[in-house]
């Protein structure tokens, strides 16, 4: 009896699979609040690629913002310096990080203050994955 038990269990399938692995691009991130009367903010992306292939963040808009757009800051020569970043290419299996310091999300002519405990409305544009509609929280450092 032992035997032909152990024989069921060894052709039985398993009940439990591993959970399905994402495909293409997943954006989550987070945004700083602002002051009543601040005209820019700032929102930080994390984009991971499960994709095949590279893919390249190519925009952002927000109905919050007269103009969004991704930023890069640098400092050099103890300088800080931010400028427009050109498009960004993301490698299949990879994530870009955007953080205080570096890249982020700069949202000029702010319609209204982005206040802590709400979300921010974004389109993250992809040249090959198209657009993802996101909201990002409101809150003082990156969610945990």
């Known amino acids: 009896m032992l035997r032909r038990s152990l024989a069921f269990l060894v052709l039985m399938p398993p009940l439990v699979s591993a959970a399905p692995r994402p495909a293409g691009i997943m954006v989550s991130g987070w945004a700083r609040p602002t002051v009543s009367g601040q005209s820019s903010g700032a929102a930080y992306l994390?984009?991971?690629?499960?994709?095949?292939?590279?893919?390249?963040?190519?925009?952002?808009?927000?109905?919050?913002a007269g103009m969004a757009g991704?930023?890069?800051s640098q400092t050099i020569g103890g300088v800080s310096r931010m400028r427009p970043a050109d498009a960004i290419v993301i490698p299949a299996g990879k994530k870009l990080t955007m953080a205080p310091g570096g890249y982020h999300?700069?949202?000029?002519?702010?319609?209204?203050?982005?206040?802590?405990?709400?979300?921010?409305?974004?389109?993250?544009?992809?040249?090959?994955?198209g657009e993802r509609q996101i909201h990002l929280p409101i809150q003082m450092s990156p969610p945990q």
């Open 46 to 64: 994390i984009v991971r690629n499960f994709g095949p292939g590279a893919d390249t963040l190519v925009g952002v808009t927000s109905p919050i």
């Open 70 to 72: 991704v930023h890069r």
């Open 105 to 129: 999300v700069m949202l000029m002519g702010l319609k209204a203050p982005l206040k802590p405990g709400t979300t921010l409305a974004l389109t993250v544009r992809f040249a090959h994955a």
